[in-house]
């Protein structure tokens, strides 16, 4: 059993930043591939970035491809998600994600969630 708390969001400008993090309690937080997804009101929930179990391995959205950057401490259990050049259209909330297997930007695959964080970003 994984559980994953988020915190860090809040409200930016246009063109800013934020930071948020995502604590995992666990010994094998190691093992999980982690991923961030968000969910803006009225649509589905969409992949953001995923990183693999070592760190190596990043992917992205395309839509966030050069702007945000995921990265991950397996010794503090916690996976970031840092937001540059935000843009209004990021403006959702934020679920932090583990999956027990591999990489997948499907909602389905992954076994563990947060309970989001929300991220507004106003022109």
């Known amino acids: 059993q994984v559980q994953l708390v988020e915190s860090g969001g809040g409200s930016a400008q246009a063109g800013g930043s934020l930071r948020v993090s995502c604590a995992a309690s666990?010994?094998?937080?190691?093992?999980?591939?982690m991923a961030w997804f968000r969910q803006a009101p009225g649509k589905e929930r969409e992949f953001v970035a995923a990183?693999?179990?070592?760190?190596?391995?990043?992917y992205y959205a395309d839509s966030v491809k050069g702007r945000f950057t995921i990265s991950r401490d397996n010794a503090k259990n916690t996976v970031y998600l840092q937001m540059n050049s935000l843009k209004p259209e990021d403006t959702a909330v934020y679920y932090c994600?583990?999956?027990?297997?591999?990489?997948?930007?499907?909602?389905?695959?992954?076994?563990?969630w947060g309970q989001g964080t929300q991220v507004t970003v106003s022109s």
């Open positions: 666990g010994r094998t937080f190691s093992s999980y591939v």
């Open positions: 990183i693999g179990w070592s760190g190596g391995r990043k």
């Open positions: 994600a583990a999956a027990s297997s591999y990489y997948s930007n499907r909602v389905s695959d992954y076994d563990y």
